[in-house]
């Protein structure tokens, strides 16, 4: 499983130390996950290429801002395949729906090193 736990020592390390920004940004990423989950997951039941490719596209961005950790790397890479083929295989489609339930625990683990005093 990719990226189980966190820790604020990852938040310190993806954005020079500074605190106050990495809990920001993190903020900002678990107000807005389960849209960005939502939208991946629809299109993987629909295996509609393009709208995976723009979900996968959109979560590879929120999660750039981190740096590049594994999580981050396994959605390029998954990007990147499906700008090169031309339909949507069945191992594209377990690959998607593996980064997808990868991302959520991402997010969730994420939302519990957020301190109580930053406001979700």
């Known amino acids: 499983m990719i990226m189980s736990s966190l ?3 990852f938040l310190k390390n993806a954005f020079d130390g ?3 920004l990495g809990y920001a940004v993190a903020q900002s990423l678990v107000k ?4 960005l989950s939502s939208e991946l997951n629809k299109a993987i039941q629909s295996r509609d290429r393009k ?3 723009l979900a996968t596209h959109a979560i590879k961005g929120a999660l750039s801002v981190f740096g590049k950790f594994e999580l981050y790397e396994e959605y390029k890479k998954l990007d990147e395949s499906l700008k090169l083929s031309l339909d949507i295989s069945d191992a594209l489609l377990s690959d998607a729906t593996e980064l997808e339930k990868s991302f959520v625990i991402f997010c969730t683990n994420l939302k519990k090193i957020i301190p109580n005093s930053v406001p979700l």
Request: no cysteine; aromatic share 8%; charged share 45%.
């Open 32 to 35: 807005n996950y389960e849209k």
């Open 18 to 20: 500074d605190l106050d």
């Open 51 to 53: 709208q995976i490719k």
């Open 7 to 9: 820790s604020v020592d």
